[in-house]
């Protein structure tokens, strides 16, 4: 009988030829038993025609030149041997009726059906993910480095191949020997990750298992951290399930897959996705709520999202800037707030009712507090920046708005002084806020940065001082600092790259009332820059050159 044949076979086989044998003569017995039985013809008719299909599938097995060195052929060939068996076994217990009712057979031969598929549709992909192939690379010198990494290769693709491969508990598996690995040698398994790979991993996101769903969200964070495959990754489908886990996984499961959207987010389509996708409220409840990792990096993601100018206002209907707010003063980590202050600075970059909407739910306020910190960042300051239009200058006194931009001037990040220097140019638009301006000590420190080696803080700066010396009190203020002539001379410099120049002749132009000035000017090449600029039209230098040529001709008839 082949049953007991069976049985030995069972008990006794090593070998992967032997398996086959096995799977080979168990197929005629339990298509012949199949099409004997009488009862529920629907569902027997339906494994019949799988059941016609397995030996074609382990013929293509069997035909491939590594098909006896791998483990996973003969994993595969015990597998499909089981399902026979219990084909063979079901069909005898309704060909005598001895089974315990109508419903549990039913059921018994949908899980009979759907392993025969898991069978069928594994011994295709054995081949097509080219794991059977990783036994026909040629060896280098046995012990050199290039055979350990084919067999390092090669062991990795077999764990990647067993993803999708066999029931879920062999996944799970699978996925536990992956974890390991990732974490002592990411470098070789991304060496190997194929898409077919991915889309396995995305698969298993929806898993039933809320285990399975925590290991592989760990992996794909780890892939999405990478760097090296973000583009598969959203192109097999990973964003939903992502977001459907920052939602309602476990605590690891929210905090691996907020991590993994916060890489993916840093590209715009993909951050446009996440928003289609449903995953901003999400991410705002775990900045709500959420533990100081994943409150940190959903602040980063929806930061991420906030420098896409379309969908601000869907950030807003969200209640994002009420969340950011809150961040800043409650942030549970230095890099939540960080993110806040950037995801507000982005918001309020171009629309006014979002800047309307940050000040009226106290935006400035917290701002201005987060910038009492020991290096105040660019973000903070450029938030601020975009906002102190919106409000009366009043206001920004009362709130303190002027102590704040001094700190920033001494203390700040040269982004955040850049920043600095553009909001004095914005509020500037009065006398009283001039003089506030400068009594508050900030031309001194303005004047420091126009030797600033970045050419936009120089520029910034230098603006900001053309405005200021527009008041006699500046003015004189300007005069009296030593290294204000020297520094804005330094900046009518004629070249392209050089944006300051005009901001420079401006102030200059204030300055040369002063004859101690004009002469500084004079001595410094003053004259020189100018003619160049009066040949390319800036504005005010002609004006300028004029005057500084009338006081060298009066300096040298008085010599006389």
Partial sequence: MVEDRGKGVVEDVQSVEDWLLHGQELVPCALDKAREVKVFPGRWKMIISKLEQIPSHLSDLSSHPCFSKNALCKEQLQAVSKTLR???????????????????????????????????????????????????????????????????????????????????????????????????????????LGRSNIAALVQLLTATSPRIREKTVTV?????????????????????????????????????????????????????????????????????????????????????????????????????????????????????????????????????????????EGGIRSLLVYLDGPLPQ??????????????????????????????????????????????????????????????AGCIPLLIKLLEAKSNSVREASAQAISSLVSLSQNCREVKKNDKSVPNLVQLLDPSLQNTAKKYAVSSLASLSSSKKCKKLMISYGAIGYLKKLTEMDIPGAKKLLERLEKGKLRSLFSRK
């Fill in 86 to 192: 219990d084909a063979i076994e079901l069909s005898d217990l309704c060909m005598g009726e001895k089974y315990e009712g109508k419903l549990r057979m039913q059921s018994d031969l949908d899980a009979l059906s759907g392993r025969l598929d898991l069978n069928l549709r594994d011994c295709g992909l054995l081949i097509k993910t080219g794991v059977l192939g990783e036994a026909t690379l040629p060896l280098a010198v046995a012990g050199s480095s290039t055979e350990s990494e084919n067999v390092i290769h090669s062991n990795v693709k077999e764990l990647l191949a067993r993803l999708q491969i066999g029931h879920l508990e062999a996944k799970h598996k699978a996925l536990d020997s992956l974890v390991e690995v990732m974490k002592e040698d990411e470098k070789n398994v991304l060496a190997v």
């Fill in 378 to 439: 660019e973000s903070a300051v450029g938030a601020l920046r975009n906002l102190v239009t919106s409000v009366s200058m009043e206001m920004l006194v009362t709130l303190g708005f002027l102590p704040r931009i001094v700190h920033v001037l001494k203390s700040g990040s040269l982004g955040a002084q850049q920043a600095a220097a553009s909001a004095i140019c914005r509020v500037c638009s009065s006398t009283d806020m001039k003089r506030s301006v400068g009594e």
């Fill in 220 to 360: 794909i964070c780890s892939l999405a951290e990478s760097g090296s495959c973000e583009n598969w990754l959203v192109s097999e489908s990973v964003l939903p399930p992502l977001i459907r886990l920052v939602e309602s996984g476990s605590t690891v499961g929210k905090e691996k897959a907020t991590i993994s959207l916060q890489r993916l987010s840093m590209s715009a389509d993909t951050a446009r996705a996440i928003v289609g996708h449903g995953g901003v409220r999400p991410l705002i409840e775990i900045c709500r709520i959420g533990d100081s990792v994943s409150q940190a990096a959903a602040a980063c993601t929806l930061k991420n999202i906030s420098a896409v100018p379309e969908v601000r206002q869907t950030l807003a209907e969200e209640g994002i800037v009420k969340v950011m707010i809150n961040l800043l003063d409650c942030g549970i980590l230095l890099g939540s707030k960080e993110y806040a202050a950037e995801c507000l600075q982005n918001l309020t970059a171009s629309n006014d009712s979002l800047k309307r909407l940050v000040v009226s």
